[in-house]
């Protein structure tokens, strides 16, 4: 079992940065691949990004490829997206999620957080 609670989200202005994060409870948080998402009204909850057991591999979504990063540090059980150069568009409320493979389908997570709103001002 893993408990995830993101933290971080805000009101920032396009161009601007935010940084996310996930804070996991229990001890086999090294043994999950981690992912985020994002569901904006009205729309389907969408992959951003996921990194592999060790951070040594990342997948993104085309949208945010040169502007969000992800990563982790499995000595605080935590995974982060650092998010640059924000548009309007990347507002939504982002999930992380936990599970066995490093894939975009959200349906192979099986932990989620219950969110952050990330609001971006035009």
């Known amino acids: 079992q893993v408990q995830l609670v993101e933290s971080g989200g805000g009101l920032v202005q396009a161009g601007g940065s935010l940084r996310l994060s996930c804070a996991a409870s229990?001890?086999?948080?090294?043994?999950?691949?981690l992912g985020w998402f994002r569901q904006a009204p009205g729309n389907e909850r969408e992959f951003v990004a996921a990194i592999s057991r060790s951070g040594g591999v990342t997948q993104y979504v085309d949208s945010v490829k040169g502007r969000f990063t992800i990563s982790r540090d499995n000595a605080k059980n935590t995974v982060y997206l650092q998010m640059n150069s924000l548009e309007p568009e990347d507002a939504a409320v982002y999930y992380c999620a936990a599970g066995p493979f490093l894939e975009s389908a959200r349906e192979t997570y099986n932990y989620w957080g219950r969110g952050t709103q990330v609001t971006v001002s035009s």
């Open positions: 229990g001890r086999t948080f090294s043994s999950y691949v």
